[in-house]
């Protein structure tokens, strides 16, 4: 069936250095896309959303690139800091219906 | 910023036992849902709820399962008879419209059935 998917499960990157982080989508049919960051032991937080008409999109220190031709999202977080180790999620929403998530990408800021 | 709230945070039951996981949703949202997480895995979709009814459950969600919006501020999950299994983290989400926005997650309810 339709499935959101990550390319790495497990990230670690050096403060200071960009991460970026991939998620891989199969629903063609999807139209809006989110980006979310699970700190231990809470919620889901919101971090970025892009919808399918669009290629990429800018936050604070984060940047959501989507690739339709490829169905392949990414996340980009520019000079990672401690506080954005946490689990990151990406999901699918086709139009109407619920959020599908991917399993999570583990991200690990190391000193 | 306005939040979805989880009470109570962790609850330990006996198997066998009914417990009500409650939540108040953003006082603004019409859409609100569970999820559930099971340590080290991905978050699950459970059920969504609009206009005082189910409007979609996944599989996980059988009779054991029931949803209510006893008054106009809570949202609660039942589990009618719990099982092993059913250990996890519940998180509550609510939006203001269904897949078009995004959704607002409560910083969950650990259930640990022994």
């Known amino acids: 069936g339709e499935s959101v998917g990550l390319h790495l499960p497990t990230l670690s990157v050096q403060e200071g250095d960009n991460s970026i982080i991939n998620c891989a989508y199969s629903?063609?049919?999807?139209?809006?896309f989110i980006w979310y960051k699970q700190e231990s032991g809470k919620g889901p937080q919101f971090i970025i959303d892009?919808?399918?008409?669009?290629d990429k999109r800018q936050g604070q220190r984060v940047t959501v690139l989507l690739n339709k031709t490829v169905k392949h999202l990414s996340l980009q977080i520019a000079a990672t800091q401690p506080g954005d180790s946490a689990v990151y999620f990406c999901?699918?929403?086709?139009?109407?219906?619920?959020?599908?998530f991917g399993p999570g990408t583990r991200l690990s800021v190391l000193p | 910023e306005p939040e979805v709230t989880q009470t109570p945070s962790h609850q330990v039951t006996q198997m066998g036992q009914e417990v009500i996981l409650r939540c108040v949703p953003i006082?603004?949202?019409?859409?609100f849902y569970w999820y559930r997480q099971i340590l080290g895995q991905k978050v699950e979709f459970l059920v969504s709820?609009?206009?005082?009814?189910?409007?979609?459950k996944s599989e996980i969600f059988d009779d054991q399962f029931s949803v209510e919006r006893p008054d106009g501020s809570n949202f609660t999950l039942k589990i009618r008879s719990t099982k092993l299994e059913d250990s996890a983290m519940y998180f509550c989400?609510?939006?203001?419209?269904?897949?078009?926005?995004?959704?607002?997650f409560g910083s969950g309810t650990q259930l640990s059935v022994l």
């Open positions: 989400a609510s939006s203001p419209d269904r897949g078009k926005e995004k959704l607002f």
């Open positions: 629903n063609s049919a999807s139209d809006y």
């Open positions: 892009i919808r399918s008409n669009m």
């Open positions: 999901a699918e929403i086709p139009y109407g219906q619920n959020f599908v």
């Open positions: 006082s603004n949202h019409l859409y």
């Open positions: 709820f609009y206009n005082n009814e189910i409007s979609e």
